[in-house]
């Protein structure tokens, strides 16, 4: 079975803190994906990545950095964490290949900027 | 850009009943179709996906979904739902070029006793 594991299940920090969130998965996936869960709005693509040392935006970028230095760990950053990046945040990684897109998924880490 | 709705935002329903939940999507070209269930406390988790073939999928625990391509739709089913189905459901697409996968907004079902 796929593992992806997420550093923190919950989270406290306060405004202005720099926090890192880790996701590591077994699998040998390429491509590694970083979402923020909100009641009403569903999943948001912030980073994602297909490569070591590679990342790609995604819908919703600003106020994130990503770090991917080895294949099975990808890193989301928040350089000075705010309020409203308090949220559930998934972690996510899949196959390269046009035939098996399928996700999976970490447990989420809840944040709670103050 | 590609969007997906669920018109559905919190479904009722009592055991036994059957359940149809909507999803539609605005993306004109092949698009590979997923649905993903979150139980309350557990990882999100794949159900069913659609990539070519046999528009009427079946998955895990009893659901199927069909893909109506004139309709850009892809609605997920069961004929009798279970407490047990109590959970969050995401429809996500994804275009058959590679690129990221667009989720709808979810749709929570609560199943009552």
């Known amino acids: 079975d796929v593992k992806v594991t997420q550093s923190s299940r919950y989270l406290v920090k306060r405004t202005g803190e720099k926090v890192f969130l880790e996701c590591v998965q077994d699998?040998?996936?390429?491509?590694m994906f970083w979402y923020r869960q909100d009641p009403g709005l569903g999943l948001r693509l912030i980073y994602f990545?297909?490569?070591?040392?590679?990342?790609e935006k995604g819908d919703i970028p600003e106020g994130y950095s990503v770090s991917r230095e080895k294949k099975e760990r990808f890193s989301l950053i928040l350089e000075s964490a705010s309020t409203n990046q308090t949220s559930m945040y998934l972690c996510?990684?899949?196959?390269?290949?046009?035939?098996?897109?399928?996700?999976?998924f970490g447990p989420g880490t809840r944040l709670l900027v103050l | 850009a590609q969007s997906v709705s669920q018109h559905n935002h919190h479904v009722i329903l009592s055991e036994a009943a059957s359940l149809e939940l909507g999803c539609n999507y605005s993306?004109?070209?092949?698009?590979?179709l997923f649905w993903y269930v979150q139980y309350p406390g557990q990882h999100l988790q794949l159900l069913l996906k659609?990539?070519?073939?046999?528009?009427l999928v079946k998955g895990i625990k009893g659901f199927e979904a069909e893909f109506i391509k004139s309709k850009f739709s892809f609605n997920l089913r069961k004929p009798s739902v279970q407490w047990s189905d109590t959970a969050e459901y995401f429809c996500?697409?994804?275009?058959?070029?590679?690129?990221?996968?667009?989720f709808g907004t979810g749709t929570r079902l609560q199943v009552t006793l």
């Open positions: 996510a990684s899949s196959l390269e290949s046009p035939q098996e897109e399928t996700q999976y």
């Open positions: 699998m040998d996936h390429e491509n």
């Open positions: 990545s297909y490569d070591v040392k590679m990342k």
């Open positions: 993306y004109g070209g092949t698009v590979n």
């Open positions: 659609y990539f070519s073939g046999d528009p």
């Open positions: 996500a697409v994804h275009p058959g070029t590679a690129s990221k996968l667009t």
